[in-house]
């Protein structure tokens, strides 16, 4: 095996590990629970449900370098629609989720500046694990 062949086996092998880790390495995912999910019993099944989450908040305090700035405010309008249906499967009630973020956010006199955004976030699918039939409501 010349000097050459070596090398390039040796830089193959880290790299061939590399591609394998890679390939083998799973996708990240979250799970949140909202209040109530788990302590109240489930609706009927073929129920549905329509929210609308919603929170207006006024920043009226900037800071640069640990200094107050004044003469203006961040003002954000944010929410989220959510809709829920309960499904039998089998013996269990499930209930799968649609979330729906959107929102902006607007800055007033010398935070003008900064201008306004608004949009639409990511539709995100979310389910409580099912609970049991036969739980009185």
């Given at each position: 095996m010349t000097i050459m062949?070596?090398?390039?086996?040796?830089?193959?092998?880290p790299t061939l590990g590399a591609a394998?880790?890679?390939?083998?390495?799973?996708?990240?995912?979250a799970t949140?629970?909202?209040?109530?999910d788990y302590a109240a019993a489930a609706l009927p099944p073929g129920s549905n449900l329509a929210l609308l989450y919603y929170q207006?908040?006024?920043r009226d305090r900037a800071y640069a370098d640990g200094i107050a700035a004044s003469g203006?405010?961040?003002?954000?309008d944010i929410a989220i629609a959510r809709y829920a249906r309960f499904v039998k499967l089998?013996?269990?009630v499930a209930d799968p989720q649609f979330l729906l973020p959107f929102g902006?956010?607007?800055?007033t006199g010398s935070q003008k500046a900064l201008?306004?955004?608004?949009?639409?976030g990511d539709l995100i699918l979310a389910s409580v694990p099912p609970a049991d039939c036969e739980t009185p409501i």
């Amino acid at each position: 095996m010349t000097i050459m062949q070596s090398l390039r086996a040796h830089a193959l092998r880290p790299t061939l590990g590399a591609a394998l880790w890679l390939a083998c390495a799973g996708a990240a995912s979250a799970t949140d629970v909202d209040s109530d999910d788990y302590a109240a019993a489930a609706l009927p099944p073929g129920s549905n449900l329509a929210l609308l989450y919603y929170q207006h908040a006024v920043r009226d305090r900037a800071y640069a370098d640990g200094i107050a700035a004044s003469g203006g405010d961040l003002v954000s309008d944010i929410a989220i629609a959510r809709y829920a249906r309960f499904v039998k499967l089998g013996p269990l009630v499930a209930d799968p989720q649609f979330l729906l973020p959107f929102g902006g956010l607007h800055g007033t006199g010398s935070q003008k500046a900064l201008g306004s955004a608004s949009g639409v976030g990511d539709l995100i699918l979310a389910s409580v694990p099912p609970a049991d039939c036969e739980t009185p409501i």
